[in-house]
T-cell receptor, first 111, second 110 residues
Framework: DTAVSQTPKYLVTQMGNDKSIKCEQN?????MYWYKQDSKKFLKIMFS???????INETVPNRFSPKSPDKAHLNLHINSLELGDSAVYFC??????????FGEGSRLTVL | GQQLNQSPQSMFIQEGEDVSMNCTSS?????WLWYKQDPGEGPVLLIALYKAGELTSNGRLTAQFGITRKDSFLNISASIPSDVGIYFCAGWRYGNKLVFGAGTILRVKS
């Protein structure tokens, strides 16, 4: 059983398209995150939700819209994709002792 | 913003050697975490540190939470080929943002 699972693992699409990445955690945690990892491997926080409520929005363009239907799911929708959106997007889930567990990542390539 | 300076950026070492990497900051952190990322995978938590001065081991890995709360180091003893990957330090301050260092790329010669 994968604790934090993301789909799809790979996404190749054209500029201007809209795409979504889904994330689910079966750990019973209240808080989930989206991180973006660029080509230099730097991990940058994008969003955080606690029990379906947005608690962090790290100056991400509003083309990116997270949605949390329940505390076990945090999806990321991206409108009007741009070349610079190409990256690996990681979902993560937070324990109550401050340990973040990551999914395997979703590699987005915008052509 | 909050910055973690991680060094070295990369290391190329002989199998069997010990490895050391560290993270420093001008800010105080109240938790330090060390992660390893293999190619095509997400970061995996290796060690979590919660108190200043704390020294914690996980197999061949040892990490310490600096006494000033502004730094942490990770040591790997007797490195083996599967130790290759990217190692990240990360720290919590107050609030709910986990800040990451830029990573240390470890390559091991067998």
């Amino acid at each position: 059983d994968t604790a934090v699972s993301q789909t799809p693992k790979y996404l190749v699409t054209q500029m201007g398209n809209d795409k979504s990445i889904k994330c689910e955690q079966n750990l019973g945690h209240d808080t989930m995150y989206w991180y973006k990892q660029d080509s230099k491997k730097f991990l940058k926080i994008m969003f955080s939700y606690n029990n379906k409520e947005l608690i962090i929005n790290e100056t991400v363009p509003n083309r990116f819209s997270p949605k949390s239907p329940d505390k076990a799911h945090l999806n990321l929708h991206i409108n009007s994709l741009e070349l610079g959106d190409s990256a690996v997007y990681f979902c993560a889930s937070l324990t109550n002792t401050g340990e973040l567990f990551f999914g395997e990542g979703s590699r987005l390539t915008v052509l | 913003g909050q910055q973690l300076n991680q060094s070295p950026q990369s290391m190329f070492i002989q199998e069997g050697e010990d490895v050391s990497m560290n993270c420093t900051s001008s800010s105080i952190f109240n938790t330090w975490l060390w992660y390893k990322q293999d190619p095509g995978e997400g970061p995996v938590l290796l060690i979590a540190l919660y108190k200043a001065g704390e020294l914690t081991s996980n197999g061949r890995l040892t990490a310490q939470f600096g006494i000033t709360r502004k730094d942490s180091f990770l040591n790997i003893s007797a490195s083996i080929p599967s130790d290759v990957g990217i190692y990240f330090c990360a720290g919590w301050r107050y609030g709910n943002k986990l800040v990451f260092g830029a990573g240390t790329i470890l390559r091991v010669k067998s």
